[in-house]
T-cell receptor, first 113, second 114 residues
Framework: NAGVTQTPKFRILKIGQSMTLQCTQD?????MYWYRQDPGMGLKLIYY???????DKGEVPNGYNVSRSTTEDFPLRLELAAPSQTSVYFC????????????FGPGTRLTVT | LAKTTQPISMDSYEGQEVNITCSHN???????ITWYQQFPSQGPRFIIQ???TKVTNEVASLFIPADRKSSTLSLPRVSLSDTAVYYC???????????????FGKGTHLIIQP
């Protein structure tokens, strides 16, 4: 099992550009999550999904979009990148919500200049 | 917002037992307490989870008193490699709860010295 994989590992965007952060898990988990972590801070939930076709907003969803067409994939879309979106993005999955452990990917470090 | 409060940092020495306390005064009946460990440039890693009393696994113990308003993560005989940030979460299990509780606060930065 590869677990949770994320691509790319690093990316530099110019203000106003768009990109998609990819996340794939091979554990057949229903729940998937996107977090962002700013320097020296904890993780904040952007969006989450409880299964294919079902997504919902987390604490900081503005400026992002998600889709979940399959159990395995949960891409995060940034439209019109802004410097405030400079952060490390982590994708995670879990068998269930809350009471089951989340498995995290290695993260994508994004810089918007 | 995170539903938990932890110390920002702690220091200890190799071979000591370290106890990190987390406060969760407004914990809900269905919430579980989960602890994660994070090293620099890595995603968090699950350590332990519990609902009440005591849970022990190969790396840690988790103590939750009857009122469930706090919990203590206990790391026995720490080593330099235990230097990391430790996060405490209180989140609802099952299919309910939405995003409530799924925000990691700043965590506790544990520094282990030789």
């Amino acid at each position: 099992n590869a677990g949770v994989t994320q691509t790319p590992k690093f990316r530099i965007l110019k203000i106003g550009q768009s990109m998609t952060l990819q996340c794939t898990q091979d554990m057949n988990h229903n729940y998937m999550y996107w977090y962002r972590q700013d320097p020296g801070m904890g993780l904040k939930l952007i969006y989450y999904s409880v299964g294919a076709g079902i997504t919902d907003k987390g604490e900081v969803p503005n400026g992002y979009n998600v889709s979940r067409s399959t159990t395995e994939d949960f891409p995060l879309r940034l439209e019109l990148a802004a410097p405030s979106q400079t952060s490390v993005y982590f994708c995670a999955s879990s068998e269930n919500r809350g009471s089951y452990e989340q498995y995290f990917g290695p993260g994508t470090r994004l810089t918007v200049t | 917002l995170a539903k938990t409060t932890q110390p920002i940092s702690m220091d200890s020495y190799e071979g000591q037992e370290v106890n990190i306390t987390c406060s969760h005064n407004n914990i809900a009946t269905n919430d579980y307490i989960t602890w994660y460990q994070q090293f620099p440039s890595q995603g968090p890693r699950f350590i332990i989870q519990g609902y009440k009393t005591k849970v022990t696994n190969e790396v840690a113990s988790l103590f939750i008193p009857a009122d469930r308003k706090s919990s203590t993560l206990s790391l026995p005989r720490v080593s330099l490699s235990d230097t990391a940030v430790y996060y405490c979460l209180a989140a609802t299990g099952g299919t309910g709860g939405g995003a409530d509780g799924l925000t990691f606060g700043k965590g506790t930065h544990l520094i282990i010295q030789p």
